[in-house]
């Protein structure tokens, strides 16, 4: 069982940045990819970012390339999300989402993702 914990949402202004984190707890973090998804008020939970279990790959929605960043410490249990020039349009919940890598891993796919944290709220104003 692995256990995510997520933080680091709030409200900021438009063109601010924040960071999440989720911390991992309960299995060996390094076997798992990461990814981080978005869900908005009467959408569908949407893939933003993943990376790969030893940080070597990474993978981006294309709303969010060159504006979020995903990044891991694996001597922390942890994986970020830098959201840099934040649209009103980013305002959602964020989940990190964890999966054991196995040569089907399919990183966009919310569907193949067996862990997932209770979510951060960010909210962007204009």
């Known amino acids: 069982q692995v256990q995510l914990v997520e933080s680091g949402g709030g409200l900021v202004q438009a063109g601010g940045s924040l960071r999440l984190s989720c911390v991992a707890s309960?299995?060996?973090?390094?076997?798992?990819?990461m990814g981080w998804f978005r869900q908005a008020p009467g959408k569908e939970r949407e893939f933003q970012a993943g990376?790969?279990?030893?940080?070597?790959?990474?993978y981006y929605a294309d709303s969010v390339k060159g504006r979020f960043t995903i990044s891991r410490d694996n001597a922390k249990n942890t994986v970020y999300l830098q959201m840099n020039s934040l649209k009103p349009e980013d305002t959602a919940v964020y989940y990190c989402?964890?999966?054991?890598?196995?040569?089907?891993?399919?990183?966009?796919?919310?569907?193949?993702?067996?862990?997932w944290g209770q979510g951060t709220q960010v909210t962007v104003s204009s």
């Open positions: 309960g299995r060996t973090f390094r076997r798992f990819i």
């Open positions: 990376i790969s279990a030893s940080a070597g790959m990474t």
């Open positions: 989402a964890a999966q054991e890598y196995n040569s089907r891993s399919n990183y966009y796919d919310s569907s193949g993702y067996d862990y």
